[in-house]
């Protein structure tokens, strides 16, 4: 109707959101005070002064700014506004001067008695602390305003929020020290009054809540006022008729009968106390009406109030006359009171418990008569023993103390007012005996029978001091019950003897406790803070009674020999039965020593003999601590040979003697006994400890076995003398447990978790005694075993190995100099058999700590030998580089030619020895860390470790290198961490060395390189790589070429030339030595590439005449037609070997790089000798035996040589194909018909044979054969397709080989097939098409499908598609994967390139079959789809030689995606459309950012085409297809296809141009086939415009369409419509036809409905 935008702002013209804090300091900059007549009366002003009206506008006009905008926020509502203006105000306080804080002072009282009850606590404990601030710099200036702001301050300090009363109170005192605050109240006693009587009485508009705290406040501050008044003041006339008016008034009383919570009946209570007690007279006056509001609430239940309530009754009944004549004593009061003793005093006995003799005392005296007191007497012992033993007190000392404590006050009472009556001896007859009965035998708490018994102790000390009568009545019921505890029953609870033994030990002492009663039956659990003792915590866990007077003799006397009954009866069970619960009453009791020797003065020694034998007995039986406590304490008065003897017996029983010793070593009380110090220090005791200690070390597990072990041998570490601090036990002991310790580090069960437990325990064990060496024997032993043990494991974790470092640094801070002498010994020794990474890292670490250690000592020149002693020898370096062991390393290298040795190899290689090299690099590491760190202290040493580290660095790339191809492998896994931070070293290294050390180290590596060769050249050509230092032309040759040759392009060319110039002035008889300048001439050569200048290419040109002529002279030696493996081992041989081998590399250079300058009599050459070559290589290779395959460096060297040569005459014959016309000038001209019909067949007809052998048997393990395949499979890719007659289903398998180079190798060999397969694809489906043979769906050939059906891919195919997953390079899996992608992108090729019937059979199969949805599935678990952002590349070549790598995986990924979108894009359109919504989404992003501007620009760019009838064009730009179709001469129709941005997932919208001569009804038609064979053709869009078009053609030729579709063409397979009805004539396409039926369930024709 009309009505008002609630979505628009609240004003008219508002451009910003309201804000109280802008408004108030808008306000503030008035210059005029406006005053707080305009504040919003919102919270409630009980008092409001007439000084607080100030009418003088100068007075406001003096209020600063800042106070005038703080003090208009504190009348805003919201709470934040106002907490931040009262810390406003309090800063301005603190700032200003007293002069200004007096302007302010007037409006104060107002303001602070508003916010004064503030419903937020925040803003009235911020109120507070602001007036405090202001009060206190005021001080007297407060006077003319006191009055106005007294009532809301005083009350302030009863508010429910406790930090808000603090302040309130503090700021009074603050104020008013001393008795300056009595005067205040008594000055504004009247408004205190006032202000408290509008609290409570006065009716508002407050919530219920605030209403409550509000007379909360005024209850509890009258209670205040009452006790801080004095009480002259309170007793005044004028005064006290305030008072008398307050409480005459009847709606004060209603107060607490309407509101009945619990916080107003407490603050009701304690005001009646406060009024009884200070104003008596006014309590009688208006006893009719207060005394029925306190009494009426003896029924309440709420504990918290009752101690408030029964003092407050107490208080009236023992102040008000005929108080008693309000309330029934006998029948009302009585019962309520012995209720709440039966319950404990509901948890408040320490608060109730002074007022129970009192209450007791006033209510005996209305009984009427002496039956009706002893009868009460008796009601109110047993409701305090009922109350005992209520469970609410049960874990509460005190409160059983306090109730305790009130008993046996009460009882000390009565028999007082008993006098000589027999009323008291009766009572403790027939009441206390028979519920201490009850109480023992019931499952009462150890905590109240200790309190009950601990106050019998204390009132019969008392009394058989004062009135000893009582005190043997008492003494006699008591002997006598607690001798009936033990002898009336034959079997007794054990619960019932623990409680007799409790009994008797209080009574012997008040202080002490039954402990082992406590550790077996109840599980403490205690809060130790951060500085809290053990001691402390102990001291806390009981509180202690008020102080026992020194016990009587005769008390002790009478107990001591009851105790020896109880014994005697206690050892007889046990002689008779082996009863165990009597042996803990007897043990327990003989922990007192006055009860010990009693009852041993009493026995004589036979019994005392049987004693022990049963004590014995029943040791071997329990085996516990308590009765080995026992067994020594007996012990201990027995003769010396008898003690032995029975030790010895015990020695056997491995067990008792475990916890006999545990029991000795954790007492310190036993520990003072000789005999068992010298039981301790015996060889019995030793083996047991070791025995134990080994134990723990061979098999751990949580059992309690295997705790009591650790126990055991942590109080064996932990025990001291009790004269000193050295070790209970003899060293021999200790130092057999530390060794055991160490034993158990090379356990053959010991692993990562067994290590990190046992290092845990073992660090808890030795903890509490690392203050002392115990464990330190003279020669450090332990010691020097812990830091072999550190240097060496490889199963000790970062963490336990801190925590032994740790220990070994406590160890070693008794004796450190020696102790690190040895620690850096070990760690010398174990350099050269470091077994993981991680061990030298930790090696280092404890280098460091020993070095820190060492200089803690302050000798500098002793610590920086120290420092030294770790460093290696130059003989200790050269032992890891051993020329044999380099051979074997530089594999690689070698067989490739990136190495060339001064002396021919004639050794075959040999497995690598990883350990020895991975050694050297942990070696390594450790050293140049060290130094690293300390640089300082090897600044002599710096100089000559660099070339080694260098040469380790050298030896880790090797590594990589090596490894980075091949299977991943655990060992290896650690080389990559080492050689970064053996860089790290190196650099830093090297920066801190001045230019002239530089030098000096670069000389020393150049020299070390000339002199061992192998490694030496690497790691020199890394140096001067950082160095960038260079050598003299006349410096280098042949020797160094290789390694430092980094000159530029002019001078490059200069030694090339003088290289090759060198080459000729070798006589044709030496042409055997000159490999060395062979190899040099072709690394030149490559580092040249495209920069030789012309006089170079001239020189190159003369090389292949040179070595033709070579040739011409020695045919027979250049192995044309030879057996490699025939080759004599002579070094003469061998050197003609490797010459020949640098031969074909020098000529594989030279065809790579510099092809268009040689002659033709040069290329004649280089193919036919490559020919003869290719012999030699069948030759060789035929009868190898398994070993020699991989071992042999001349065949091995000769095959990579031959297939670099063969690969680089392919490429270039390839690429003279690509650009003929280019090429004719510079080359023969007949030189790729020779390639193609002569030379190639010889050399592929040779290498081919070999690769498939060798690719079917590939040793992955050996590190030849990756170079050799690697070779090989490089060498095959331009072979011609008439070489390869291997069938597609012997290639396939090697799709999933173990070798990347093979897989890839057999995609490409396949790739070259694929014509020949779906042309033999085509004929097969025409056949069945002539033989009216219709399929649906056609299965790709089986050799193309087994990659993708054999491929294992279990862990992806557990993902959900979306989820990335990463593909480590070179493992199982990325073996797996890569063949699954390349036999896909074989069979979406072959899609591609079939015809529309083929693609569409091949598209049915891939979807029915569910391989297109894995494949969807698996791509995008590996296509990085949310942060790849580049666009896909289709075109992606695969090489052989190819490094995988995350990217590269990701990349193939994209691309066969990519593939699948453009070759089958409705099958993928069809999958995303049946996805999930997540997965569906993401494709889409991807698709639409990173492949479809490519699809979409590769579809364009071959759209355009031109028919008789129909035109196609582009533009590219709007992404728009435009096809014109002619229908005659006249008519003509365009049609415009609008291309989405997730092409080919999304429809293409196809909209109408120009139509001339076409109806509507036909132009929709045709257009709805358009989009129809656009959207579901498995093709380009020229593809579905081409089978349109073909569609209409058809409908024009007159062919009539199918009459289910109304398709000429189907949409799907391409078919006419053939099947035609018997009846109507009518033809349609078979797949139409079959949906027909399915759908109708019947078989009649759509049109005329008859049986078809």
Same mark, same amino acid.
Not at 1145 to 1156: H, Q
Not at 1419 to 1426: G, T
Not at 1502 to 1516: A, E, G, I, S, Y
């Given at each position: 109707?009309?009505?008002?935008?609630?979505?628009?702002?609240?004003?008219?013209?508002?451009?910003?959101?309201?804000?109280?804090?802008?408004?108030?300091?808008?306000?503030?900059?008035?210059?005029?005070?406006?005053?707080?007549?305009?504040?919003?009366?919102?919270?409630?002003?009980?008092?409001?002064? =007439?000084?607080?009206?100030?009418?003088?506008?100068?007075?406001?006009?003096?209020?600063?700014?800042?106070?005038?905008?703080?003090?208009?926020?504190?009348?805003?509502?919201?709470?934040?506004?106002?907490?931040?203006?009262?810390?406003?105000?309090?800063?301005?306080?603190?700032? #200003?001067?007293?002069?200004?804080?007096?302007?302010?002072?007037?409006?104060?009282?107002?303001?602070?008695?508003?916010?004064?009850?503030?419903?937020?606590?925040?803003?009235?404990?911020?109120?507070?602390?602001?007036?405090?601030?202001?009060?206190?710099?005021?001080?007297?200036?407060?006077?003319?305003?006191?009055?106005?702001?007294?009532?809301?301050?005083?009350?302030?300090?009863?508010?429910?929020? =406790?930090?808000?009363?603090?302040?309130?109170?503090?700021?009074?005192?603050?104020?008013?020290?001393?008795?300056?605050?009595?005067?205040?109240?008594?000055?504004?006693?009247?408004?205190?009054?006032? $202000?408290?009587?509008?609290?409570?009485?006065?009716?508002?508009?407050?919530?219920?809540?605030?209403?409550?705290?509000?007379?909360?406040?005024?209850?509890?501050?009258?209670?205040?006022?009452?006790?801080?008044?004095?009480?002259?003041?309170?007793?005044?006339?004028?005064?006290?008729?305030?008072?008398?008016?307050?409480?005459?008034?009847?709606?004060?009383?209603?107060?607490?009968?309407?509101?009945?919570?619990?916080?107003?009946?407490?603050?009701?209570?304690?005001?009646?106390? !406060?009024?009884?007690?200070?104003?008596?007279?006014?309590?009688?006056?208006?006893?009719?009406?207060?005394?029925?509001?306190?009494?009426?609430?003896?029924?309440?239940? *709420?504990?918290?109030?009752?101690?408030?309530?029964?003092?407050?009754?107490?208080?009236?009944?023992?102040?008000?006359?005929?108080?008693?004549?309000?309330?029934?004593?006998?029948?009302?009061?009585?019962?309520?009171?012995?209720?709440?003793?039966?319950?404990?005093?509901?948890?408040?006995?320490?608060?109730?418990?002074?007022?129970?003799?009192?209450?007791?005392?006033?209510?005996?005296?209305?009984?009427?008569?002496?039956?009706?007191?002893?009868?009460?007497?008796?009601?109110?012992?047993?409701?305090?023993?009922?109350?005992?033993?209520?469970?609410?007190?049960?874990?509460?000392?005190?409160?059983?103390?306090?109730?305790?404590?009130?008993?046996?006050?009460?009882?000390?009472?009565?028999?007082?007012?008993?006098?000589?009556?027999?009323?008291?001896?009766?009572?403790?007859?027939?009441?206390?005996?028979?519920?201490?009965?009850?109480?023992?035998?019931?499952?009462?708490?150890?905590?109240?029978?200790?309190?009950?018994?601990?106050?019998?102790?204390?009132?019969?000390?008392?009394?058989?001091?004062?009135?000893?009568?009582?005190?043997?009545?008492?003494?006699?019921?008591?002997?006598?019950?607690?001798?009936?505890?033990?002898?009336?029953?034959?079997?007794?609870?054990?619960?019932?003897?623990?409680?007799?033994?409790?009994?008797?030990?209080?009574?012997?002492?008040?202080?002490?406790?039954?402990?082992?009663?406590?550790?077996?039956?109840?599980?403490?659990?205690?809060?130790?803070?951060?500085?809290?003792?053990?001691?402390?915590?102990?001291?806390?866990?009981?509180?202690?009674?008020?102080?026992?007077?020194?016990?009587?003799?005769?008390?002790?006397?009478?107990?001591?020999?009851?105790?020896?009954?109880?014994?005697?009866?206690?050892?007889?069970?046990?002689?008779?039965?082996?009863?165990?619960?009597?042996?803990?009453?007897?043990?327990?009791?003989?922990?007192?020593?006055?009860?010990?020797?009693?009852?041993?003065?009493?026995?004589?020694?036979?019994?005392?003999?049987?004693?022990?034998?049963?004590?014995?007995?029943?040791?071997?039986?329990?085996?516990?601590?308590?009765?080995?406590?026992?067994?020594?304490?007996?012990?201990?008065?027995?003769?010396?040979?008898?003690?032995?003897?029975?030790?010895?017996?015990?020695?056997?029983?491995?067990?008792?003697?475990?916890?006999?010793?545990?029991?000795?070593?954790?007492?310190?009380?036993?520990?003072?006994?000789?005999?068992?110090?010298?039981?301790?220090?015996?060889?019995?005791?030793?083996?047991?400890?070791?025995?134990?200690?080994?134990? %723990?070390?061979?098999?751990?597990?949580?059992?309690?076995?295997?705790?009591?072990?650790?126990?055991?041998?942590?109080?064996?570490?932990?025990?001291?003398?009790?004269?000193?601090?050295?070790?209970?036990?003899?060293? %021999?002991?200790?130092?057999?447990?530390?060794?055991?310790?160490?034993? =158990?580090?090379?356990?053959?069960?010991?692993?990562?978790?067994?290590?990190?437990?046992?290092?845990?325990?073992?660090?808890?064990?030795?903890?509490?005694?690392?203050?002392?060496?115990?464990?330190?024997?003279?020669?450090?032993?332990?010691?020097?075993?812990?830091?072999?043990?550190?240097?060496?494991?490889?199963?000790?974790?970062?963490?336990?190995?801190?925590?032994?470092?740790?220990?070994?640094?406590?160890?070693?801070?008794?004796?450190?100099?020696?102790?690190?002498?040895?620690?850096?010994?070990?760690?010398?020794?174990?350099?050269?058999?470091?077994?993981?990474? #991680?061990?030298?890292?930790?090696? %280092?670490?404890?280098?460091?700590?020993?070095?820190?250690?060492?200089?803690?000592?302050?000798?500098?020149?002793?610590?920086?030998?120290?420092?030294?002693?770790?460093?290696?020898?130059?003989?200790?370096?050269?032992?890891?580089?051993?020329?044999? !062991?380099?051979?074997?390393?530089?594999?690689?290298?070698?067989?490739?030619?990136?190495?060339?040795?001064?002396?021919?190899?004639?050794?075959?290689?040999?497995?690598?020895?990883?350990?020895?090299?991975?050694?050297?690099?942990?070696?390594?590491?450790?050293?140049?860390?060290? %130094?690293?760190?300390?640089?300082?202290?090897?600044?002599?040493?710096?100089?000559?470790?660099?070339?080694?580290?260098?040469?380790?660095?050298?030896?880790?790339?090797?590594?990589?290198?090596?490894?980075?191809?091949?299977?991943?492998?655990?060992?290896?896994?650690?080389?990559?961490?080492?050689?970064?931070?053996?860089?790290?070293?190196?650099?830093?290294?090297?920066?801190?060395?001045?230019?002239?050390?530089?030098?000096?180290?670069?000389?020393?590596?150049?020299?070390?390189?000339?002199? $061992?060769?192998?490694?030496?050249?690497?790691?020199?050509?890394?140096?001067?790589?950082?160095?960038?230092?260079?050598?003299?032309?006349?410096?280098?040759?042949?020797?160094?070429?290789?390694?430092?040759?980094?000159?530029?392009?002019?001078?490059?060319?200069?030694?090339?030339?003088?290289?090759?110039?060198?080459?000729?002035?070798?006589?044709?008889?030496?042409?055997?030595?000159?490999?060395?300048?062979?190899?040099?001439?072709?690394?030149?050569?490559?580092?040249?590439?495209?920069?030789?200048?012309?006089?170079?290419?001239?020189?190159?040109? *003369?090389?292949?005449?040179?070595?033709?002529?070579?040739?011409?002279?020695?045919?027979?030696?250049?192995?044309?037609?030879?057996?490699?493996?025939?080759?004599?081992?002579?070094?003469?041989?061998?050197?003609?070997?490797?010459?020949?081998?640098?031969?074909?590399?020098?000529?594989?250079?030279?065809?790579?790089?510099?092809?268009?300058?040689?002659?033709?009599?040069?290329?004649?050459?280089?193919?036919?000798?490559?020919?003869?070559?290719?012999?030699?290589?069948?030759?060789?290779?035929?009868?190898?035996?398994?070993?020699?395959?991989?071992?042999?460096?001349?065949?091995?060297?000769?095959?990579?040589?031959?297939?670099?040569?063969?690969? #680089?005459?392919?490429?270039?014959?390839?690429?003279?194909?690509?650009?003929?016309?280019? !090429?004719?000038?510079?080359?023969?001209?007949?030189?790729?018909? *020779?390639?193609?019909?002569?030379?190639?067949?010889?050399?592929? #007809?040779?290498?081919?044979?070999?690769?498939?052998?060798?690719?079917?048997?590939?040793?992955?393990?050996?590190?030849?054969?990756?170079?050799?395949? *690697?070779?090989?499979?490089?060498?095959?890719?331009?072979?011609?397709?008439?070489?390869?007659?291997?069938?597609?289903?012997?290639?396939?398998?090697?799709?999933?080989?173990?070798?990347?180079?093979?897989?890839?190798?057999?995609?490409?060999?396949?790739?070259?097939?694929?014509?020949?397969?779906?042309?033999?694809?085509?004929?097969?489906?025409?056949?069945?098409?002539?033989?009216?043979?219709?399929?649906?769906?056609?299965?790709?050939?089986?050799?193309?499908?087994?990659?993708?059906?054999?491929?294992?891919?279990?862990?992806?195919?557990?993902?959900?598609?979306?989820?990335?997953?990463?593909?480590?390079?070179? !493992?199982?899996?990325?073996?797996?994967?890569?063949?699954?992608?390349?036999?896909?992108?074989?069979?979406?090729?072959?899609?591609?390139?079939?015809?529309?019937?083929?693609?569409?059979?091949?598209?049915?199969?891939?979807?029915?079959?569910?391989?297109?949805?894995?494949?969807?599935?698996?791509?995008?678990?590996?296509?990085?789809?949310?942060?790849?952002?580049?666009?896909?590349?289709?075109?992606?070549?695969?090489?052989?030689?190819?490094?995988?790598?995350?990217?590269?995986?990701?990349?193939?990924?994209?691309?066969?995606?990519?593939?699948?979108?453009?070759?089958?894009?409705?099958?993928?359109?069809?999958?995303?459309?049946?996805?999930?919504?997540?997965?569906?989404?993401?494709?889409?992003?991807?698709?639409?950012?990173?492949?479809?501007?490519?699809?979409?620009?590769?579809?364009?760019?071959?759209?355009?085409?031109?028919?008789?009838?129909?035109?196609?064009?582009?533009?590219?730009?709007?992404?728009?297809?435009?096809?014109?179709?002619?229908?005659?001469?006249?008519?003509?129709?365009?049609?415009?296809?609008?291309?989405?941005?997730?092409?080919?997932?999304?429809?293409?919208?196809?909209?109408?141009?120009?139509?001339?001569?076409?109806?509507?009804?036909?132009?929709?038609?045709?257009?709805?086939?358009?989009?129809?064979?656009?959207?579901?053709?498995?093709?380009?869009?020229?593809?579905?415009?081409?089978?349109?078009?073909?569609?209409?053609?058809?409908?024009?030729?007159?062919?009539?369409?199918?009459?289910?579709?109304?398709?000429?063409?189907?949409?799907?397979?391409?078919?006419?419509?053939?099947?035609?009805?018997?009846?109507?004539?009518?033809?349609?396409?078979?797949?139409?036809?079959?949906?027909?039926?399915?759908?109708?369930?019947?078989?009649?024709?759509?049109?005329?409905?008859?049986?078809?």
């Amino acid at each position: 109707m009309g009505g008002k935008d609630k979505k628009g702002p609240r004003t008219k013209g508002n451009t910003k959101p309201s804000s109280s804090g802008r408004s108030a300091e808008l306000l503030g900059n008035v210059t005029e005070f406006v005053g707080f007549s305009g504040l919003p009366e919102g919270s409630y002003v009980p008092v409001i002064g =007439a000084n607080s009206l100030v009418e003088d506008a100068s007075a406001d006009s003096n209020i600063p700014a800042d106070f005038r905008l703080s003090l208009r926020k504190m009348g805003k509502r919201d709470s934040t506004t106002k907490i931040k203006a009262l810390q406003e105000f309090n800063e301005l306080c603190e700032e #200003n001067s007293l002069e200004t804080l007096k302007t302010i002072l007037p409006f104060w009282p107002r303001i602070f008695s508003r916010l004064a009850v503030d419903g937020d606590r925040r803003v009235r404990e911020y109120l507070h602390k602001s007036h405090l601030q202001l009060t206190s710099q005021l001080g007297r200036n407060l006077a003319p305003y006191l009055k106005e702001m007294m009532g809301a301050w005083f009350t302030s300090q009863s508010d429910t929020y =406790a930090p808000a009363a603090f302040v309130a109170a503090h700021s009074l005192k603050t104020c008013f020290p001393g008795d300056k605050f009595s005067d205040a109240i008594a000055f504004c006693h009247n408004e205190i009054m006032d $202000y408290i009587k509008d609290s409570i009485l006065k009716e508002n508009d407050f919530s219920d809540e605030q209403k409550e705290r509000i007379t909360i406040g005024g209850i509890a501050g009258y209670s205040l006022l009452l006790q801080q008044v004095k009480c002259d003041v309170l007793e005044s006339e004028k005064y006290l008729l305030r008072h008398s008016e307050m409480w005459k008034n009847a709606n004060l009383y209603k107060i607490v009968e309407q509101n009945k919570s619990l916080p107003i009946k407490q603050a009701w209570f304690g005001l009646i106390y !406060s009024v009884v007690h200070y104003l008596p007279e006014v309590a009688k006056e208006n006893s009719k009406r207060l005394l029925p509001s306190i009494f009426k609430f003896l029924d309440d239940s *709420e504990s918290t109030s009752q101690p408030a309530l029964w003092e407050t009754t107490l208080k009236i009944l023992l102040t008000v006359e005929n108080a008693s004549s309000y309330v029934n004593l006998s029948s009302h009061a009585t019962p309520k009171f012995l209720n709440l003793l039966r319950n404990a005093c509901s948890g408040n006995a320490r608060k109730i418990g002074p007022l129970i003799v009192p209450y007791v005392r006033l209510l005996r005296e209305h009984k009427e008569n002496q039956s009706q007191t002893e009868e009460f007497d008796r009601q109110v012992i047993e409701a305090l023993f009922q109350g005992l033993l209520c469970r609410s007190i049960f874990n509460s000392s005190l409160e059983a103390s306090a109730l305790s404590e009130s008993l046996f006050q009460l009882l000390d009472y009565i028999a007082k007012a008993s006098g000589d009556s027999p009323h008291f001896k009766e009572l403790l007859q027939s009441t206390v005996i028979p519920s201490l009965d009850l109480m023992v035998k019931s499952k009462c708490s150890e905590l109240v029978v200790s309190a009950v018994i601990r106050q019998v102790t204390v009132t019969l000390t008392c009394w058989f001091r004062t009135d000893e009568s009582v005190a043997n009545v008492f003494w006699e019921l008591l002997d006598n019950f607690i001798m009936s505890l033990i002898t009336q029953s034959s079997d007794p609870d054990a619960s019932l003897f623990e409680n007799v033994a409790l009994i008797i030990l209080v009574l012997m002492d008040a202080h002490s406790k039954l402990d082992n009663r406590t550790k077996m039956n109840r599980r403490c659990i205690r809060i130790r803070f951060a500085d809290t003792t053990t001691e402390d915590m102990s001291k806390g866990q009981e509180t202690s009674p008020a102080h026992v007077p020194e016990m009587p003799l005769l008390f002790r006397e009478k107990v001591v020999a009851m105790s020896i009954l109880v014994c005697k009866d206690a050892l007889k069970r046990l002689e008779v039965s082996d009863c165990e619960t009597s042996l803990r009453l007897f043990a327990s009791l003989m922990r007192c020593d006055d009860i010990l020797r009693g009852f041993l003065a009493a026995e004589s020694a036979s019994s005392i003999d049987s004693m022990l034998s049963s004590i014995r007995r029943m040791l071997q039986k329990l085996r516990d601590k308590n009765t080995s406590f026992l067994f020594f304490t007996i012990l201990d008065v027995m003769d010396s040979e008898f003690r032995c003897i029975i030790l010895e017996d015990l020695a056997t029983d491995e067990q008792t003697y475990e916890v006999m010793v545990s029991t000795a070593l954790e007492s310190s009380e036993l520990s003072r006994k000789q005999v068992v110090l010298e039981w301790l220090r015996s060889t019995d005791v030793g083996d047991l400890l070791i025995s134990t200690a080994k134990r %723990v070390g061979v098999y751990f597990n949580e059992d309690e076995n295997n705790d009591f072990a650790w126990s055991l041998l942590r109080a064996a570490l932990a025990a001291r003398q009790p004269s000193s601090q050295e070790p209970l036990l003899p060293k %021999v002991h200790i130092g057999g447990i530390m060794e055991a310790f160490i034993q =158990a580090f090379y356990a053959e069960h010991a692993d990562e978790n067994f290590i990190d437990t046992f290092v845990q325990k073992l660090s808890s064990t030795l903890k509490p005694s690392s203050q002392s060496n115990f464990f330190i024997d003279p020669s450090g032993e332990w010691l020097v075993s812990l830091v072999t043990v550190l240097c060496s494991s490889v199963i000790i974790q970062p963490t336990s190995a801190n925590i032994l470092l740790e220990l070994w640094e406590k160890g070693a801070s008794y004796a450190i100099h020696s102790r690190c002498q040895s620690a850096v010994a070990i760690i010398k020794n174990n350099l050269t058999a470091i077994p993981e990474f #991680n061990v030298a890292e930790r090696l %280092v670490d404890i280098f460091q700590h020993v070095l820190e250690l060492e200089l803690t000592q302050g000798d500098h020149e002793a610590s920086h030998l120290l420092a030294r002693r770790v460093l290696l020898s130059d003989s200790e370096w050269m032992n890891w580089m051993k020329e044999a !062991s380099c051979c074997d390393l530089m594999t690689k290298e070698i067989m490739n030619g990136r190495y060339c040795h001064s002396n021919p190899i004639t050794n075959n290689f040999k497995t690598l020895q990883l350990k020895n090299w991975y050694g050297l690099l942990n070696a390594a590491f450790v050293v140049s860390s060290i %130094v690293v760190r300390n640089q300082h202290m090897f600044e002599q040493d710096r100089n000559g470790l660099i070339p080694y580290v260098f040469y380790a660095t050298a030896v880790a790339d090797i590594l990589l290198e090596i490894n980075r191809k091949r299977m991943k492998d655990d060992t290896l896994g650690d080389i990559d961490k080492i050689s970064g931070a053996l860089e790290s070293n190196a650099n830093s290294l090297l920066s801190s060395c001045s230019d002239q050390e530089r030098t000096e180290v670069f000389r020393k590596t150049l020299l070390n390189s000339r002199q $061992y060769r192998w490694i030496w050249c690497l790691a020199a050509r890394k140096l001067q790589s950082v160095l960038q230092q260079s050598l003299e032309e006349t410096e280098i040759t042949e020797n160094t070429v290789m390694i430092f040759c980094n000159p530029n392009d002019e001078n490059l060319n200069r030694i090339t030339q003088t290289q090759i110039a060198k080459l000729s002035a070798i006589s044709s008889d030496d042409w055997a030595e000159s490999f060395q300048l062979l190899a040099s001439i072709r690394f030149l050569l490559e580092k040249l590439a495209a920069s030789a200048n012309d006089d170079t290419l001239i020189s190159v040109a *003369e090389s292949v005449k040179i070595l033709q002529s070579w040739q011409l002279k020695h045919d027979e030696s250049f192995l044309f037609g030879q057996d490699l493996k025939m080759i004599s081992r002579t070094e003469s041989s061998v050197k003609a070997v490797w010459s020949i081998i640098e031969v074909i590399r020098l000529l594989s250079t030279i065809v790579e790089f510099y092809p268009y300058k040689l002659e033709h009599s040069s290329w004649d050459f280089i193919l036919c000798s490559m020919t003869s070559w290719c012999t030699t290589f069948e030759e060789s290779w035929s009868g190898l035996s398994a070993l020699g395959q991989h071992t042999n460096p001349i065949l091995l060297s000769f095959t990579v040589a031959l297939s670099r040569l063969i690969q #680089n005459c392919g490429a270039l014959i390839a690429d003279v194909d690509k650009k003929k016309e280019e !090429s004719i000038s510079s080359l023969p001209p007949n030189l790729a018909s *020779e390639w193609n019909d002569v030379f190639s067949d010889a050399a592929y #007809n040779a290498i081919l044979p070999i690769f498939f052998i060798q690719s079917r048997s590939n040793n992955v393990s050996h590190l030849s054969s990756f170079c050799l395949m *690697e070779a090989m499979a490089l060498s095959v890719r331009h072979v011609p397709v008439k070489l390869l007659h291997q069938p597609t289903e012997m290639l396939s398998p090697l799709l999933l080989a173990k070798h990347s180079a093979i897989q890839f190798a057999a995609h490409g060999l396949i790739s070259k097939l694929l014509p020949e397969i779906i042309s033999a694809e085509a004929t097969k489906c025409k056949e069945e098409l002539d033989g009216d043979q219709e399929k649906t769906e056609r299965s790709p050939p089986p050799a193309l499908l087994l990659p993708i059906e054999k491929a294992n891919l279990e862990d992806l195919d557990e993902l959900r598609c979306g989820d990335l997953h990463t593909v480590e390079p070179y !493992s199982q899996e990325c073996q797996q994967i890569l063949g699954y992608f390349l036999g896909w992108d074989l069979i979406l090729r072959l899609c591609g390139s079939s015809d529309s019937e083929l693609r569409y059979q091949y598209a049915s199969y891939l979807t029915n079959s569910k391989l297109i949805s894995r494949l969807m599935d698996i791509l995008f678990c590996i296509i990085p789809h949310a942060t790849f952002q580049q666009q896909a590349n289709l075109d992606m070549e695969f090489r052989p030689d190819i490094t995988l790598t995350e990217k590269i995986i990701q990349d193939i990924a994209i691309m066969i995606y990519s593939s699948a979108l453009r070759h089958l894009p409705a099958v993928v359109r069809r999958w995303c459309n049946n996805a999930d919504k997540r997965t569906a989404s993401l494709v889409e992003k991807f698709t639409s950012r990173c492949v479809s501007p490519v699809l979409c620009s590769l579809d364009l760019q071959f759209c355009t085409k031109t028919w008789d009838n129909m035109t196609v064009r582009v533009r590219p730009t709007a992404r728009e297809v435009i096809a014109t179709y002619k229908l005659n001469e006249e008519g003509s129709m365009e049609l415009i296809m609008q291309l989405p941005a997730n092409y080919p997932l999304g429809n293409i919208v196809v909209e109408t141009g120009r139509k001339v001569g076409v109806t509507a009804n036909q132009w929709r038609s045709w257009i709805l086939q358009l989009q129809t064979f656009l959207m579901q053709q498995n093709g380009s869009i020229l593809d579905g415009l081409t089978l349109w078009k073909r569609n209409v053609d058809k409908r024009f030729e007159g062919i009539e369409e199918c009459y289910i579709c109304y398709y000429v063409l189907h949409g799907s397979n391409y078919q006419l419509p053939k099947l035609s009805c018997r009846t109507c004539r009518k033809k349609f396409h078979a797949d139409c036809l079959y949906k027909w039926f399915s759908t109708s369930n019947n078989s009649t024709c759509p049109l005329c409905r008859n049986l078809f």
